[in-house]
């Protein structure tokens, strides 16, 4: 059997019950098709970039998924059907990602910096944008200069 991730936008007129069921219902018609799902994660009601169906904002849901390629094509024939869902993306990977994922786990501010130049100071350290040490300070414009450009 192939490995997939599974993401689904349910709209956000649906309460997060709902969206629990919807995940339980799915499950369900992916162990009936000889499939399993070994990982779930409600990402929750996000902002969508710009507006589907309507919609500004959407419940996001992640699914891991171990099944034939028949119980994937019967999920997404299910979801296209349903109204609660305006979309969802099945990508086929090659193993599924262990621990929580890019979008549950918190920004480590340790990986920030090994950016070139270290990490940024604190903003109370900055000069101010004015305050340019490099740069000699400007000379005053004629009027007739002004006018030339």
């Not at 162990?31 to 500004?56: M, T």
């Not at 992640?62 to 390629?69: E, K, S, V, Y």
């Not at 099945?90 to 910096?113: I, N």
């Amino acid at each position: 059997m192939a490995l997939y991730e599974h993401i689904y936008l349910a709209r956000q007129d649906v309460t997060a019950q709902q969206v629990e069921t919807l995940t339980e219902t799915l499950k369900t018609l992916i162990a009936a098709q000889g499939g399993s799902v070994s990982k779930v994660e409600p990402w929750g009601l996000k902002s969508l970039a710009y507006r589907i169906k309507k919609n500004r904002k959407a419940f996001f849901t992640l699914m891991n998924i171990d099944a034939p390629p028949a119980a994937i094509t019967e999920l997404e024939r299910q979801l296209g059907h349903n109204e609660d869902v305006i979309r969802f993306i099945t990508l086929r990977v090659e193993e599924h990602e262990v621990g929580p994922s890019a979008m549950l786990r918190k920004r480590d501010d340790a990986d920030r910096d090994d950016r070139p130049g270290g990490p940024r100071p604190p903003r109370g350290d900055r000069p101010d944008r004015g305050d340019r040490p490099d740069r000699p300070p400007r000379r005053p414009r004629d009027d007739a200069q002004a006018g030339a450009y």
